[in-house]
């Protein structure tokens, strides 16, 4: 019996081994990313890697903050991150709201043809996008969007194959029960999927509204192609400006910005994680 | 805790997110909105320059929208600059003016994703005659004009002049001929026992940026300029030759395991120049910026490259940014009076000294000079005049060439092919995309 435990015991020790070494792994272009945000440009780019700065530069946070202000009259970092916010505010409501909608339908009622239009709807998936930048560019053209954020965030209120599927996945483990019994009571399908479904789909919802965000949050292409005024820049467009053709890269200042960039999504990622794991799991994301 | 009976809290929930989010979207339209109109004529600039590049440009915008009150120019900086215009120009609502790389104007003016500008540069009184012929001629592609130089750049040897003296090497006396080079290198190299290699002297693929100019520099060519491709020559494999003989003397795998060790740090303080790793390289006029920014310290020298041959001297590599005019663009006449403004002596010189590089015009005002930070401006000036001077070929399939070359150079580098082998292998997989490529222009009735 004690042989057993301590098997037990040895295999538990093994598995968390394991797993802090892989987070290690993991955290390691993380630690590098803070740690030179605080070092001295000298000491920046050392082979082997120099770890603990010979003094912590906690003014680069503010330099980088402030990087850019003299040559254009405003506050780079500070008008990108509001701008990046109203976009992601925009893509993630519309996200939510539209393939929830969508989801709901394929999902839980019966209309004819549901299954080939669920088939379409994934085969989307595998069109990658540059494949459709011209077109689509061409569309946003004509509609006379460029140099708007319309073309960044209208599209997320027409639905994503990918996030469809997910919620259209948790939908389905909702049992039926449920619904009928709201039917019966005279509820319409709209007061069903408010008041029953997506109270029940927490979780599933914050997934999609989490990939969404950091999707919508790290979009470089989209921003690139389709913004034509600097102050409307996001975020991740705004990293460029850390470095320069020919007059080297601030890579402390770059790592700085790229710190502050990275932290929403992070501290997101912490208040919801219990939801986002819950829904990974449940609608089984998980490899 | 007592629940008000009728109250469905829920309820409130979507009519109150639907008001925040109409909220945010009022405020995304008013952050792009257009401003009000006002009588000038509004050009869009977009140029690829950041940091204090841009600052550079941005003064000369300046300066030229305040010079009158016609016409606002309005500078966008974008670092992925090609995909940008090239889905504009496609999509129909290009800029009015683009900051492109020297190098790629033939692959513009090929694809007629850019204009001439011939007949505007004539009636404003912009003439070759100006200009350092090698930065005018980047911009003429089939006797036509497609750009003009805004910040040029010409390449020279640096060296350590600290090291120079610790080998018992004069730092006054850098090399002159390929055969110094070679010897004086040799003497600055450093290896462990076991011929681990802890610094060296020079290295042919040290940056690796120019590996298709080892070839002009020994008298070859990359293209007969008609229908061949000509990068076989007897000069272009005594070039390689040379080439392949660092790793004969030092070991392919040492140089490689060394270099490895700096891979990717070019633009940061372990760049191996700066490190005292490497002792001497070819480099740009720009090296001093990054020498003031990463290693202040560094006590260096700038010199002519030395010959390969006597009868080519100071060889140099010429490197340009230019300015264009996309096809389609709504304003073509007020986007060239911008440039016109550019390419005057001040506006050029304004532009260049802000980016610390040398002009593209014969004619150089003193104060540049005196207030140029790079001690070693004149010489870079001189070497655009060189004689040994050599730009990318102006061909629409350039890129996939210098690819090839760059593989080719890594096969001779490395020992896994013989400079012939490699040369041939390359002229054979480029001869048929030559060919494919002129029989495209012709079916455009471009030759």
Redesign the interface.
């Known amino acids: 019996m004690q042989s057993q435990q301590k098997l037990i015991l040895a295999r538990k020790v093994l598995i968390q081994i394991t797993l802090i070494g892989l987070s290690i792994v993991f955290l390691f272009p993380f630690a590098w990313l803070i740690l030179t945000a605080l070092k001295p440009i000298k000491e920046t780019m050392t082979v082997p890697i120099k770890w603990i700065p010979s003094k912590f530069m906690w003014g680069n946070f503010y330099d980088a903050a402030v990087y850019g202000h003299d040559s254009l009259g405003y506050y780079p970092f500070v008008v990108y991150a509001r701008n990046t916010i109203v976009l992601c505010t925009l893509i993630v409501a519309g996200t939510v709201a539209s393939n929830s909608v969508v989801a709901y339908s394929f999902a839980r009622l019966r209309w004819p043809g549901r299954d080939l239009a669920f088939g379409i709807t994934l085969a989307t998936m595998m069109v990658p996008f540059p494949v459709l930048m011209v077109p689509t560019f061409a569309l946003f053209r004509h509609l006379e969007w460029i140099g708007t954020y319309r073309p960044l965030w209208v599209p997320s209120w027409f639905g994503s194959a990918f996030s469809i599927f997910l919620l259209r996945q948790f939908f389905r483990t909702i049992p039926f029960e449920l619904t009928e019994a709201a039917k019966l009571d005279g509820a319409s399908e709209w007061r069903i999927f408010r008041t029953i479904v997506l109270p029940l789909s927490k979780a599933a919802l914050a997934v999609v509204a989490l990939f969404s965000f950091m999707a919508a949050w790290n979009d470089f292409l989209g921003p690139l192609i389709y913004l034509l005024d600097q102050k409307n820049f996001t975020l991740s467009l705004g990293l460029q400006f850390y470095q320069s053709q020919n007059g080297g890269t601030s890579w402390n200042l770059l790592m700085a910005a790229s710190a502050m960039v990275i932290a929403p999504v992070i501290v997101l990622f912490f208040f919801t994680q219990r939801l986002f794991i819950q829904g990974i799991a449940i609608t089984g994301l998980k490899g | 805790m007592p629940q008000t009976p009728g109250v469905d809290r829920?309820a409130f929930t979507?009519p109150v997110?639907a008001i925040a989010?109409f909220g945010?979207?009022f405020?995304?339209?008013q952050?792009?909105k257009?401003p009000p109109p006002d009588k000038k004529v509004h050009v869009?600039y977009w140029e690829?320059?950041?940091?204090?590049?841009?600052?550079a440009m941005?003064k000369v915008v300046d300066a030229f929208n305040k010079s009158q009150d016609k016409i606002q120019v309005?500078i966008?900086?974008?670092?992925?600059i090609e995909?940008?215009t090239l889905?504009a120009i496609?999509?129909?609502?290009p800029p009015d003016v683009v900051g492109l790389y020297g190098e790629n104007v033939t692959q513009y003016a090929d694809n007629h994703a850019v204009i001439t500008l011939d007949d505007m540069c004539r009636e404003a009184g912009i003439t070759k005659e100006d200009y350092i012929p090698a930065f005018w001629n980047v911009g003429v592609v089939r006797n036509k004009l497609y750009a003009l130089p805004s910040t040029p750049?010409t390449t020279a040897m640096h060296y350590n002049r600290e090291l120079f003296r610790e080998v018992g090497l004069d730092p006054d006396k850098p090399p002159k001929t390929f055969d110094e080079l070679f010897t004086m290198a040799e003497k600055l190299t450093k290896r462990e026992p076991n011929g681990h290699l802890v610094r060296t002297g020079f290295m042919p693929s040290e940056p690796g940026w120019w590996n298709w100019a080892w070839g002009p520099f020994f008298g070859g060519t990359l293209w007969d300029g008609k229908d061949k491709i000509t990068f076989n020559s007897p000069e272009n494999v005594e070039a390689y030759d040379w080439v392949q003989s660092f790793s004969k003397k030092y070991g392919a795998s040492a140089m490689q395991s060394f270099q490895a060790?700096?891979n990717g740090?070019f633009?940061?303080?372990?760049n191996p120049f700066m490190t005292s790793q490497n002792a001497m390289e070819i480099q740009?006029v720009?090296m001093y910026?990054?020498v003031h920014?990463?290693s202040p310290k560094l006590d260096w020298s700038a010199a002519p490259f030395p010959a390969a041959k006597p009868n080519l001297p100071d060889p140099t590599v010429i490197d340009l940014d230019v300015l264009c005019i996309p096809t389609g663009a709504k304003h073509v006449k007020e986007a060239f009076e911008f440039l016109k403004f550019v390419e005057t002596q001040k506006g050029l010189e304004m532009l260049c000294l802000g980016?610390?590089?040398l002009t593209p015009l014969k004619k150089v005002s003193d104060g540049f000079i005196e207030h140029h930070p790079n001690p070693f401006i004149k010489l870079f000036i001189r070497m655009a005049y060189s004689k040994t001077t050599c730009a990318a070929p102006k061909l629409g399939i350039w890129s996939q060439y210098k690819d090839e070359i760059t593989n080719a150079t890594s096969e001779i580098t490395l020992m896994t092919k013989t400079p012939k082998q490699a040369l041939d292998d390359v002229t054979n997989r480029m001869q048929p995309m030559l060919d494919k490529y002129l029989a495209r222009l012709k079916a455009r009735g471009e030759e």
């Open positions: 829920n979507i997110l989010v945010v979207l405020e995304s339209e952050l792009t257009a869009q690829k320059w950041t940091d204090f590049e841009f600052d941005k309005d966008l900086s974008i670092s992925s995909d940008k889905m496609s999509g129909g609502i750049a060790g700096f740090t633009s940061s303080p372990q740009g720009w910026n990054f920014k990463f980016q610390k590089k």
